[in-house]
């Protein structure tokens, strides 16, 4: 499956701080709507972020862990939903100039039921929600950096 990209008028470590927020999860990422508790240290190797998924009242809880890091170029997720199963994320970050970024989305399933699905089917349901995440990420990004200012 082809990454999603978007680019923001913010330096790397502007777009990664948005990211270091774990509490700030769920108003980027489509689906997550409520924030239980993120571990400290997030967003450490093997710390977690404790969400819901879905609409009240029809909510599931859902775990996200990091699988790797390389701050401020790289997150590595696992986010987990029973019984769907998981998916792995990679957000790659690369600065195209100063205060410049291109954000890169990559998600697939790796376990459970959504691995049944073949790659394209999952790229229609993925892609344009990872789409509307990554812009949701991108004005976060944008409005922290004019605070910052």
Sequence with gaps: ???????????????????????MYATWV??????????P?????????????????LTMSDITKVHDVDPPRMLELEAKLWPVGSAWIRLELV????????????????????????????????VPRNKESLSRLADLVIGRSRDSK
């Design 95 to 126: 600065e195209l100039a100063p205060q410049r970024t291109k954000i890169r989305m990559s998600e697939r399933a790796i376990s459970g039921l959504a691995t049944l699905l073949p790659d394209q089917v999952q790229e229609l349901v993925l």
């Design 30 to 39: 489509v689906g997550a709507s409520h924030i239980r508790d993120v571990d």
């Design 41 to 57: 240290g997030w967003p450490a190797v093997g710390t977690r972020i404790h969400h819901s998924v879905g609409t009240w009242p």
């Design 1 to 23: 499956m082809d990454p999603v990209e978007i680019t923001v008028d913010a330096s790397a470590e502007q777009t990664f701080a948005v990211l270091a927020d774990g509490w």
